[in-house]
C-alpha cells in the first residue's frame, strides 16, 4: 500500500512549482481569480517578499501541492490508498480524495490563512530531544501553563505554542532540561494550534456554513484525531483543527499498522520524509482495530448537500485518471517504483535491508556509532568509521551499537588498509573476528592482505546443497580495475599458504577459501571525499559491471556479486542516475559528514553547510603521504588544502630538510605547524619503536616526512576539536555531493545542520530518485507515442 502525504507551512520556498503553472493553466487562471494576485509570480518571484506571511504561504502552498498531485497521476495514474497532509497540507489531502475541487479547496485556505495571519504576540517553538509526556511535565514542573502542545511531528521532535512572552520564557527552562537536543523558536507571528486561535476557530466554523463537500473517494487521515475523517464531521475537523495539536506521529503509526505501508510526499520539499523516516526509526506501528474505525462510518453530513463528483470537463483533459488507465498508458511495473524498491532484492534481503542504501565509513569515527545506530533502526546500513582509532574506542562502538541493534538490524565497521602497519591490520581483523563483525567495508586497499583472508576464513560455511559462502561479509570499496579483480577473485594462493603454515586457518578453511570471491559485494567508488583517484562514473560503472560478469564466468560462481555506486551522490537524480547505471545499491558519505549523527565538531557542520559543489580541493593524503595518495577536501574557508599540497611538493622537489631555504621553513613552523620542527619531533616520538625512530632520524628524506605527516594529524584534530583560533587549518573530507546537497536543501527547514538526520536525508534522496525514475521513464515513452502518431 502507499499513502500521499503533503507538507504545511514552513515548506515554502521561492521558485517552487516551476513549470506547473505553465501546464495547469486553467487552475492558475482559476487561482488568481481566487486570490486577486499572480500566484505565479508570487511562488516563482516573491517580488514583494510576502511569501512568507501566513496569508499567502497557505493558499501558495495549497496551490502548488494540488497541482504536484494532479502532476502526479497523470504522469504514473497511481491513486495512493491513504492520503493525509500536515496542517495546511490537509486541504490538499481532502482535494486529493475528492472532498471539494480546486477552487473550493483554495477559498478555504484563503480565509484559513487570513484568519491565522491576524493572530499576533504569539510564538512557537520545537523541542527536540523528548517525549510528549517529558514535555507536559516540564510545563506543569515549571509553571509554564500558558504553553500548549501544537504539533505531535515525530516521538521526540515536538512543536509548542503559547505567547512570545511564554515562548521565550521557555526556551532556557527547556536548554536546562536534560536530554533536550534543541529548542528552536520558529518564524511565526501566531500561536497556531492552540488555545489563542479561538477566535480564528469561530469565524472559519461560521465561514464553513456556506460550503457543500463531496464524497471522499480515498481515506483521510484526520490530524485531530489521527485517524481517518467520517464524511459528516467534515467540518468539524477542519474547525477543530484550528486550535488542537497536529498527530503527525500517531497519523503515520496508524498507517504502519495497516500494513506494508509505503509514504510517499507530494509537493515542496521533503519535510514530512524525514519526518516519517524519524517516527519509523524511534516507534512502532499503532494497531487499531476495525471496529474502532468503522464506529461511525463514512456518512454524508446531517443536513449538508453531498455532490457524488467532480465536474471535470471545466478542468484539462489530462487530470481523469480513468482515460489515462482505460487507454493503457500507465504499465503496472511503474505504479510500484518507490524508495524500498530500488535497487538488487538479494542485496537487501542478504543484509536485512527495507532499502539499498549504505552511509560509507567517515574516518576517526565521525561516522558514529549514533549513525550507524538510527541507519540500522531504518532499515539501512551504515559502516562506523574506524580509522585513527585505537583499538579500544573501536571495541567500545562494538559493544553499543551490538547493544542497540539487537534485532537483526543490520550494522558493520570499516575495515582502512594500512600499507604502513599490517600488523595493526592484521589485530582489527582478530578483533572483527573475537566480536562477531559480520559486515566490514574494506577501503583503501591496494590488493588483498592477509588480514582480510583470515578475516574472511573465519566465516566461511558450507550448505546441504555443498555451496560455499561466508558469514563474514566483505564489501570492498575500489575505484580501479585491479584492485576489483582481486577482489573478485578468490584469495591470493601464497596468502593462504602462509595462513596456514601460521595455523591462523585451519586446512578446511584454506581449501574452502578456493571456493569463494574475496568480496561479496562491490563498491565502485567515483570522485568522492577523502581517499580517491578522482574516477569518472559513468566510466567506471559500466567497466566494473562488465569486469564482475568476466570474473563469475572465469570462476563459476553460483551467487551473483553485486555493484553498489559510491562518490558524488548528494541529490536525487545523481541517485536515480547510479540506478540507471545498473547499481545494485547506492553509498553516500560526505553529506551524512552534515548532519546531527555525525562525529565532528558544530564549527565543521557549520562550514560544510554553506559549501557549494565548487568548493573542494585534493591534497596529499596523510597517511599514505609519500606514495603521493589523494583525498579531496573543503577549500572553502580553510587553507589546508594549499598548505598541504606545498608540504608534499617540497618532500618530492628536496631530500632533506636542509635543502629546503630558511624563509620557507620559518613559514611552516610559525604559520602551519604553529611549533618548531624539534617541538614536533618530541611529541610524535612516542608513536614510533626506538628501531624505527632511530632509522628515521638516519635517514633524512624520512624525517622530513615524519615531520610533515603530522601536519596531516594535526589538522585533522583541530577539526573534530573545532578549534576556533585554527580553523584555517581545519582538514575536512569532503566531496562536491555535498555542496548539490545543500542547493537541494536550500530554502526548506533542512537547510540548517541542526534539522538534518541521516536516515532522512538518505529516504529523500531514494524517494526523490524513484520520482525521478518515473519522470523520466514517462517523457521517454511520451516521446515515443508521439514519434508514433507523427
Known amino acids: ?66 497541482m504536484s498531485y494532479l502532476k502526479k497521476i497523470i504522469d504514473t495514474g497511481q491513486r495512493p490508498d491513504f492520503v493525509a497532509g500536515h496542517s495546511l497540507g490537509e486541504y490538499n489531502a481532502l482535494f486529493a480524495a475528492g472532498a471539494f475541487d480546486f477552487k473550493t479547496g483554495l477559498e478555504l485556505v484563503k ?41 505531535l511531528n515525530a516521538p521526540t521532535q515536538i ?44 469565524e472559519f466554523e461560521n465561514f464553513l ?21 467520517i464524511a459528516s464531521a467534515l467540518s468539524e475537523n477542519l474547525v477543530r483543527q484550528i486550535t488542537h495539536p497536529v498527530k503527525w506521529t500517531e497519523s503515520i503509526r496508524y498507517l504502519m499498522g495497516k500494513g506494508q505501508m509505503a509514504f510517499e510526499e507530494i509537493g515542496v520539499g521533503k519535510v514530512l520524509t524525514g519526518l516519517i523516516a524519524r517516527i519509523q526509526a524511534e516507534a512502532g506501528p499503532l494497531i487499531v482495530t476495525e471496529e474502532e474505525v468503522q464506529s461511525q462510518p463514512m456518512e454524508r453530513r446531517a443536513g449538508t448537500k453531498v455532490v457524488t463528483a467532480m465536474n471535470t470537463e471545466s478542468e484539462s483533459p489530462k487530470s481523469s485518471v480513468a482515460v489515462l488507465e482505460r487507454d493503457g498508458l500507465v504499465p503496472a511495473e511503474k505504479k510500484s517504483l518507490m524508495a524500498a524498491t530500488l535497487g538488487d532484492a538479494t542485496f537487501k534481503q542478504d543484509y536485512n535491508l527495507t532499502y539499498a542504501y549504505i552511509a560509507g565509513a567517515m574516518y576517526r569515527g565521525i561516522a558514529s556509532k549514533e549513525m550507524v545506530i538510527r541507519m540500522g533502526r531504518a532499515g539501512m546500513l551504515g559502516f562506523f568509521g574506524t580509522g585513527g582509532l585505537g583499538f579500544s574506542v573501536i571495541e567500545a562502538a562494538i559493544t553499543d551499537i551490538q547493544k542497540e541493534l539487537n534485532q537483526g538490524q543490520a550494522y558493520g565497521f570499516n575495515f582502512l588498509h594500512l600499507p604502513s602497519d599490517p600488523r595493526k591490520e592484521e589485530q582489527l581483523a582478530d578483533l572483527f ?112 559491471r ?41 553509498v553516500t558519505g560526505s553529506i551524512n559528514q552534515c548532519t546531527l549523527e555525525a562525529a565532528t565538531s558544530d564549527a565543521v557542520k557549520d562550514l560544510l553547510q554553506q559549501i557549494n559543489v565548487q568548493d573542494t580541493e585534493y591534497a596529499p593524503a596523510g597517511d599514505m603521504f609519500e606514495m603521493g595518495a589523494k583525498i579531496q577536501v573543503l577549500r572553502r574557508g580553510v587553507f589546508f588544502p594549499a598548505r598541504a599540497n606545498k608540504l608534499y611538493d617540497l618532500y618530492r622537489m628536496h631530500a632533506s630538510l636542509d635543502d629546503i631555504d630558511e624563509k620557507t621553513k620559518i613559514q611552516i613552523q610559525d604559520k602551519y605547524f604553529k611549533k618548531s620542527f624539534d ?24 624525517k622530513m616526512a615524519m615531520l610533515f605527516k603530522w601536519y596531516f594529524t594535526y589538522s585533522s584534530r583541530l577539526a573534530l576539536q573545532g578549534s576556533e583560533e585554527s580553523k584555517v587549518d581545519y582538514q575536512i573530507h569532503c566531496g562536491p ?48 507515442e508521439r514519434r508514433t502518431d507523427m
Open 209 to 229: 456554513e456556506n460550503f457543500q463537500f463531496l464524497d471522499m473517494k480515498i481515506p483521510v487521515i484526520s490530524n485531530v484525531q489521527a485517524r481517518p475523517y
Open 679 to 702: 617541538q614536533v619531533l618530541t611529541e610524535i616520538k612516542a608513536y614510533y619503536t626506538p628501531e624505527e625512530w632511530e632509522h628515521a632520524l638516519n635517514n633524512p628524506k624520512q
Open 159 to 202: 512543536v509548542i505554542s503559547g505567547t512570545k512572552a511564554d515562548i521565550d520564557q521557555a526556551q532556557p527552562v527547556f536548554e536546562s532540561t536534560k536530554g533536550v537536543e534543541m529548542f528552536v523558536p520558529l518564524r511565526t507571528s501566531g500561536a497556531f494550534h492552540s488555545r489563542y486561535m479561538q477566535e480564528a476557530m469561530r
Open 546 to 586: 562488465k569486469l564482475r560478469d568476466e570474473m563469475m564466468v572465469k570462476y563459476r560462481y553460483p551467487k551473483r556479486i553485486r555493484v553498489g555506486a559510491a562518490g558524488g551522490i548528494g541529490t536525487p537524480e545523481a541517485a536515480a542516475a547510479a540506478f540507471i547505471m545498473g547499481a545494485d545499491y547506492i
Open 433 to 544: 573476528i573475537a566480536r562477531q563483525v559480520k559486515v566490514i567495508e574494506a577501503s583503501a586497499f591496494l590488493s588483498v592482505t592477509p588480514a582480510l583472508v583470515k578475516y574472511r576464513a573465519k566465516g566461511l560455511v558450507q550448505d546441504e546443497n555443498g555451496l560455499f559462502s561466508s558469514t563474514n561479509k566483505i564489501i570492498a570499496k575500489v575505484s580501479r580495475p585491479e584492485v576489483a579483480e582481486a577482489f573478485l577473485s578468490p584469495a591470493p594462493e601464497r596468502i593462504v599458504a602462509k595462513l596456514l603454515a601460521e595455523q591462523s586457518i585451519t586446512e578446511k578453511e584454506a581449501q574452502w577459501l578456493m571456493k569463494v570471491p574475496m568480496a561479496d559485494d562491490l563498491t565502485v567508488e567515483a570522485d568522492s571525499g577523502g581517499h580517491t583517484d578522482g574516477g569518472v562514473a559513468y566510466a567506471l560503472m559500466p567497466a566494473m
Open 737 to 784: 555531493a555535498l555542496g548539490a546537497l545543500n542547493q537541494e536543501l536550500k530554502g526548506t527547514t533542512l537547510e540548517n545542520w541542526r534539522n538534518r538526520h541521516v536516515d532522512e536525508i538518505a529516504l529523500i534522496l531514494l524517494s526523490g530518485a524513484a520520482q525521478c525514475l518515473k519522470d523520466r521513464l514517462n517523457a521517454i515513452l511520451g516521446a515515443d
Open 111 to 151: 480565509k484559513r490563512g487570513e484568519l491565522m495571519n491576524r493572530a499576533t504576540d504569539g510564538g512557537m517553538a520545537a523541542v527536540v530531544g523528548l517525549t510528549e509526556e517529558q514535555i507536559r511535565e516540564v510545563l506543569h514542573t515549571k509553571g509554564l501553563s500558558g504553553i500548549d502542545i501544537a504539533n
Open 1 to 66: 500500500m502507499i499513502t500521499y502525504v503533503f507538507p504545511g507551512q514552513g515548506a515554502q520556498k521561492k521558485g517552487m512549482g516551476e513549470g506547473l503553472f505553465d501546464e495547469f493553466r486553467e487552475l492558475t487562471k482559476q487561482a488568481d481569480e481566487v486570490l486577486g494576485y499572480s500566484i505565479q509570480e508570487l511562488c516563482l518571484n516573491d517580488a514583494g517578499g510576502n511569501l512568507h506571511q501566513t496569508q499567502f504561504t497557505q493558499p501558495a502552498l495549497y496551490t502548488v501541492n494540488a
